[in-house]
C-alpha cells in the first residue's frame, strides 16, 4: 500500500478500510480484517464510525457464503460496502467524431450515460466547450450536487507526455498542436481533469468493470479511426518515458502500404483500420463505405467485407504477436468499432498471434472481445478518478 506522510494513524486506518471496500466491495468484517491486517476490534470500531458518516453500509449478503466466506449456519453474513452516492466521477471520452460522457457512481455504475457527435479532430475547441456542456446536462440530470464530484477523467486519441501534460500530437491530432487540454477543460468546469490516452483508459476501464477483472498483466488493442494499445502489466498502468507507449497502430505492417498520418509508410493503422478496412470495400463496392455499413455487410455474410475484416485481423495478429513476444501477458482485449465483427476478426488475428509469437507466450495469453463495448474509455476514464476515491473520502472526512 502506498504510504501517506501527510495522514495520522487514524486517518491511515479509515484510508485502508475504504480502500479495501473500493477493491472488494460486499465483504464481510472479518474479510476486511484481512484485506486491511487490522484486528477484528479495530475494523469494527472504524467501520462503526465510517457508517454513521455515510460513506459504508450493510447489507445481508445476497447468497450463500463460498468457501473461504465467514457466516454461520442459517445466518447470511452482514456484508459491508461503499455507499454508492456518497462520491461520483464524470468520464469523458474525446474519440475522433464523438463525445462521450458518463457520471458514474462509487461503484462504476454510470447513472447518465451521454453521447454526441463532434468534429474532434479539426474543431478542439468547439469540441471542449461542447464537453462542458455535457458534463453540465449529466450533473443536472442526475441531480449531483458538485461538492459529490471527485473529478474528471479526460480521454484523448494522442500519446500525452507525462511530464508536461501536454499532447504529443504532431501527425496524430495536428489540429490540437499547443492546447493543454486537462487545463482547457480544469478551467471550464472548475474541477480536477485528470488527462489519459484513450487506448489507455480502454484498459484500465475493462480492468475495472469488463473482460480483464483480476487481470494483471494485459493488453488492450482499440480498434478505431486509430489503432492504439493500453498496456496494464504487474496491474500498474504502462505509459512508458515520455508517455508514448503502446502506440502499436504505428509499426510498419506492409512495406508498400500508403503514406500514414504519422508521416511513415505502411503503419498498422493505414492497412487495418475500421476506415481503412471500408476504404477497400469503396472501390468494389463502387459506393461510400461508413465504418457502421461495413459492420452490417459484415453480418450480413458479405464476402468481400469478410474477407478485408479477416485480413485486417491477420495483420492485427502479426502486429501484437511481437507485443505479446515482448510483454508476456495474459491477456489480449480487443476493443473499438472493429471488435463488433466478432470471430470474423479474432480468429485470424488469434492465429497470427499463435503463428508469429514464440511458442510458451503464445500458449500463456488468451484473446478476447472486450465487455464494455463502445462505453470501455468513457467508463475507465471515471475509473481513473474512482480509483482515487478513498483518499478524497478520508480527507473528507476530516481529523
Ligand atoms: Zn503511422
Known amino acids: 500500500m502506498t504510504e501517506h506522510p501527510s495522514l495520522d494513524p487514524r486517518q491511515m486506518n479509515r484510508l485502508r478500510i475504504l480502500e479495501a471496500l473500493y477493491r472488494h466491495p460486499q465483504s464481510s468484517r472479518a474479510a476486511l480484517a484481512r484485506h486491511t491486517q487490522l484486528s477484528r476490534a479495530t475494523v469494527s470500531a472504524l467501520v462503526e464510525e465510517l457508517v454513521q458518516a455515510g460513506l459504508v453500509e450493510e447489507g445481508v449478503g445476497a447468497t450463500a457464503p463460498g ?3 465467514e457466516g454461520g449456519v442459517g445466518r447470511p453474513p452482514l456484508l459491508l460496502s461503499l455507499v454508492s452516492g ?7 471520452d474525446f474519440g475522433h467524431q464523438h463525445i462521450r460522457v458518463a457520471l458514474c457512481d ?9 453521447y454526441s457527435p463532434a468534429e474532434v479532430d479539426h ?4 469540441s471542449l466547450d461542447l464537453a462542458q456542456r455535457l458534463v453540465h446536462e449529466a450533473l443536472h440530470t442526475a441531480g449531483v450536487a458538485r461538492d459529490r464530484l ?6 484523448l486519441a494522442a500519446p500525452i507526455n507525462k511530464a508536461t501534460g501536454n499532447l504529443e500530437a504532431d501527425g496524430i491530432l495536428p489540429g490540437w498542436r499547443g492546447i493543454r487540454p486537462a487545463a482547457e477543460m480544469e478551467a471550464r468546469l472548475g474541477i480536477p481533469v485528470a488527462l489519459e490516452n484513450d487506448a489507455n483508459l480502454g484498459a484500465l476501464g475493462e480492468k475495472a468493470f469488463g473482460a480483464a477483472r483480476g487481470i494483471d498483466d494485459l493488453v488492450y488493442i482499440r480498434l478505431s ?14 505509459q512508458g518515458f515520455v508517455g508514448v507507449a503502446g502506440e502499436v497502430g504505428h509499426v510498419l505492417s506492409d512495406p508498400h502500404g500508403p503514406i500514414c498520418r504519422c508521416g511513415n509508410r505502411g503503419c498498422l493503422e493505414s492497412v487495418a483500420s475500421p476506415v481503412a478496412v471500408a476504404a477497400l470495400l469503396e472501390r468494389s463496392l463502387r459506393q461510400p463505405v461508413s465504418v457502421s455499413r461495413l459492420l452490417e455487410l459484415v453480418d450480413q455474410g458479405d464476402r468481400g467485407a469478410r474477407r478485408a475484416v479477416a485480413e485486417a485481423g491477420e495483420a492485427v495478429g502479426r502486429a501484437v504477436a511481437m507485443v505479446v513476444n515482448v510483454l508476456n501477458p495474459e491477456l489480449v482485449v480487443v476493443g473499438g468499432d472493429l471488435a463488433q465483427a466478432g470471430e470474423i476478426l479474432l480468429a485470424p488475428m488469434t492465429a497470427a498471434i499463435e503463428r508469429h509469437s514464440v511458442a510458451p507466450a503464445a500458449a500463456a495469453v488468451k484473446v478476447t472481445a472486450g465487455m464494455l463495448g463502445p462505453r470501455a474509455e468513457v467508463l475507465g476514464a471515471a475509473a481513473l478518478i474512482l480509483a482515487k476515491s478513498p483518499r478524497a473520502l478520508v480527507a473528507r472526512l476530516g481529523a
Open 106 to 114: 462509487l461503484s462504476g455504475e454510470p447513472v447518465v450515460d451521454d
Open 123 to 126: 474543431a478542439p475547441i468547439e
Open 86 to 92: 456518497a462520491a461520483f466521477a464524470v468520464g469523458l
Open 150 to 155: 471527485l473529478g474528471v477523467g479526460m480521454g
Open 225 to 238: 479511426a486509430g489503432i492504439g494499445a493500453g498496456l496494464i502489466l504487474e496491474g500498474q498502468p504502462y
Open 67 to 69: 468457501p473461504g466466506q
